[in-house]
């Protein structure tokens, strides 16, 4: 199965400041990822796919970039809405995975 | 818009069993592909299984392959998840999710849950 390895495990950051997580996948998975958010007691939301297209409805402050086996999650200006926990998932192949998520708090 | 509502969650013991359904509204359910995806207390997101629209393709988790079997009713619009020889290790939240496609493998819409608990 393919390992995605999501970096930082938890990150701290204020509103307004820029954040970005890495995810990195054990073997080349194209373009095949897409990003979730979960925040406490609630689903997953699901943000971005194709590692870089927005999901509709999603805010523009979010966006994601990558390919092959690197990728990353951009927020351009943190709202007090994004603190949340995110997840990557590659659906390249089955068995799907998730990465192991990155959790985001208010500093 | 998209509903999904899950039942059939539980206490069971080691080696029971369990049946999961999911109730599907607000899109054509027969022609989107059909996931479920746990979460463990305190713990991250795992996919368990999917199967095709037309329920000609299922995969599993290699920690459920054997155990658990997803199947459909196109006609009543449902989802399920048969679970057998339950481990405590299994204690989690089930997720039912739409595929954002037929068979895309991304997970578009979540259900909100349903708590299945492991425990003698």
């Known amino acids: 199965a393919i390992q995605l390895t999501q970096s930082p495990s938890s990150l701290s950051a204020s509103v307004g400041d820029r954040v970005t997580i890495t995810c990195r996948a054990s073997?080349?998975?194209?373009?095949?990822l897409a990003w979730y958010q979960q925040k406490p007691g609630r689903a997953p939301k699901f943000l971005i796919y194709d590692a870089s297209s927005l999901e509709s409805g999603v805010p523009s402050r979010f966006s994601g970039s990558g390919s092959g086996t690197d990728f990353t999650l951009t927020i351009s200006s943190l709202q007090p809405e994004d603190f949340a926990t995110y997840y990557c998932?590659?659906?390249?192949?089955?068995?799907?995975?998730f990465g192991q998520g990155t959790r985001l708090e208010i500093k | 818009q998209v509903q999904l509502v899950e039942s059939g969650g539980g206490v069971v013991q080691p080696g029971g069993s369990l049946r999961l359904s999911c109730a599907a509204s607000g899109f054509t359910f027969s022609s989107y592909g059909m996931h479920w995806v746990r979460q463990a207390p305190g713990k991250g997101l795992e996919w368990v299984a999917f199967?095709?629209?037309?329920?000609?393709?299922?995969y599993y988790a290699d920690s459920v392959k054997g155990r658990f079997t997803i199947s459909r009713d196109n006609s009543k619009n449902t989802l399920f998840l048969q679970m057998n020889s339950l481990r405590a290790e299994d204690t989690a939240v089930y997720y039912c999710a739409k595929d954002r496609l037929y068979s895309s493998g991304m997970v578009h819409y979540w259900g909100q849950g349903t708590l299945v608990t492991v425990s003698s």
């Open positions: 998932q590659q659906f390249n192949s089955y068995p799907i995975t």
């Open positions: 199967i095709r629209y037309d329920g000609t393709n299922k």
């Open positions: 073997q080349g998975i194209s373009s095949a």
